[in-house]
């Protein structure tokens, strides 16, 4: 597509039940990002994909969170056992450029917004 | 840790006026330093950037000015406009590295 998008664009959860948050990116990117946007705060990383791998998952902020990538396109971003904490705003982002091949331009997505009750 | 700091956290500057938007890093192996706009229910996009070896880069009403030695760069916004109110972003990167660590952003306010 033109764009990353993102669905769903607002999730309201009962605390305890799994969400599950759905990022394509731009065709042909083959690094995605997913970074998560709390009331006031920055842009807090979360993970980094490159094609299917995630060398880096240090964000994830407990073992509640995962995520995956498949075909080197779609990610998902699973929280299970939610908890009021988690509400945020969820980015994805993508890029065309591998490390060490310059300026990497991120790409975002319009965020998936998480409320948990 | 926050790689960059950033302030202040909020703006309110009259049509016309000028914003300027600090921010400040510990880190000397960052060397790409690029500002990316947020409008409220969009993500960020990348609005800037700057590489060490120059001082200063201009788009349109867009300067960035960078200070190497004092490891400081900051976002100027001359002719302000209503529609430059947004949440602005700096970030830093290291060129062999993926990760852009974000400062926690300013939001600014043009009023007309």
């Known amino acids: 597509g033109a764009g990353v998008s993102q669905s769903p664009s607002n999730k309201v959860t009962e605390k305890g039940k799994d969400v599950e948050l759905r990022c394509d990116p731009i065709?042909?990117?083959?690094?995605l990002y997913w970074y998560r946007q709390s009331l006031g705060q920055g842009l807090e990383f979360l993970i980094y994909?490159?094609?299917?791998?995630?060398?880096?998952k240090s964000g994830l902020p407990s073992d509640r969170f995962s995520a995956e990538r498949t075909g080197g396109s779609v990610s998902t971003l699973t929280i299970q056992r939610t908890q009021q904490e988690d509400s945020a705003v969820y980015l994805c982002a993508s890029s065309l450029v591998s490390p060490g091949a310059g300026a990497n331009v991120l790409t975002f997505g319009a965020g998936s917004r998480l409320t948990v009750l | 840790q926050q790689q960059v700091k950033q302030s202040p956290q909020s703006l309110i500057v009259q049509k016309g006026g000028i914003s300027i938007i600090n921010c400040a890093y510990e880190n000397t192996a960052f060397d790409y330093f690029p500002w990316y706009q947020q409008f409220p229910g969009k993500g960020p996009a990348l609005l800037i950037a700057?590489?060490?070896?120059?001082s200063e880069k201009k788009e349109g009403r867009f300067t960035i000015s960078f200070n190497k030695s004092a490891k400081q760069f900051s976002l100027h916004i001359m002719d302000s406009q209503p529609g430059d109110s947004a949440t602005y972003f700096c970030?830093?990167?290291?060129?062999?590295?993926?990760?852009?660590?974000f400062g926690a952003g300013t939001t600014v306010t043009v009023r007309a």
């Open positions: 970030a830093v990167l290291r060129s062999n590295d993926y990760k852009l660590s």
């Open positions: 065709s042909g990117h083959t690094a």
């Open positions: 700057i590489r060490p070896d120059v």
């Open positions: 994909f490159q094609g299917n791998s995630a060398p880096d």
